[in-house]
């Protein structure tokens, strides 16, 4: 089975502070995605990778960075946390030639 | 550019009634496509998908989809449902573009009743 692990389940942190959030997958997938999900919006893209050090920007990158150094393993980056990036945040992985993508279990973050 | 609706935010039913959540996506190319399942404080896991051949795809779990090109719809439907059905479900479209990336749909909140 297919594993996708994020590190933590909630996170709590305050306004300013640089928040890392980490995910690893098993699976040798080459495309891996953050997503942050709000209540009536659905799934947002953020950023995604296709490759090691490859990335590119989804649908609201704004306020976001990511690192690609391993294969495994893709980090979302809040370089300064602000109140409005209080959400769930959800990573997931696919093979490059496919559509169907895993989920981790997801982080909520509380910025306060 | 393509794009998902799922038309409906909110579905409740009683336990054992039929359900459809209805999904319409617009693209200008073929498409895949994909229903999506989260139950509670957990991730999205996929129910089922449709890449080509046969229009119906059936999950393990009872759900049913149909492919309407014509009608550019994809269905979601259970003729009986449980209440451990209870979850929110979202529909997702990809062409084949930036690596198969996905268009998700903003969510149907089904609620089973006793």
């Known amino acids: 089975d297919v594993k996708v692990t994020q590190s933590s389940r909630y996170l709590v942190k305050r306004t300013g502070e640089k928040v890392f959030l980490e995910c690893v997958q098993d699976?040798?997938?080459?495309?891996m995605f953050w997503y942050r999900q709000d209540p009536g919006l659905g799934l947002r893209l953020i950023y995604f990778?296709?490759?090691?050090?490859?990335?590119e920007k989804g649908d609201i990158p704004e306020g976001y960075s990511v690192s690609r150094e391993k294969k495994e393993r893709f980090s979302l980056i809040l370089e300064s946390a602000s109140t409005n990036q209080t959400s769930m945040y959800l990573c997931?992985?696919?093979?490059?030639?496919?559509?169907?993508?895993?989920f981790g279990p997801g982080t909520r973050l509380t910025v306060l | 550019a393509q794009s998902v609706t799922q038309l409906d935010s909110q579905v409740p039913v009683f336990e054992e009634a039929p359900v459809e959540l209805r999904c319409n996506y617009s693209?200008?190319?073929?498409?895949?496509l994909f229903w999506y399942v989260q139950y509670p404080n957990q991730g999205l896991q996929l129910l089922l998908k449709?890449?080509?051949?046969?229009?119906l795809v059936e999950s393990i779990n009872g759900f049913e989809a149909e492919f309407n090109k014509s009608q550019t719809s994809f269905h979601l439907r259970k003729p009986s449902v449980h209440i451990s059905d209870t979850a929110e479900y979202f529909c997702?479209?990809?062409?084949?573009?930036?690596?198969?990336?996905?268009?998700f749909g903003k969510g149907t909140l089904l609620t089973v009743n006793p």
């Open positions: 997931a992985s696919s093979f490059i030639a496919t559509g169907t993508q895993y």
């Open positions: 990778s296709y490759d090691v050090k490859m990335k």
């Open positions: 699976m040798d997938h080459e495309n």
């Open positions: 449709y890449l080509s051949g046969s229009t």
């Open positions: 693209s200008s190319v073929s498409v895949y």
């Open positions: 997702a479209v990809t062409d084949g573009g930036s690596n198969y990336k996905l268009t």
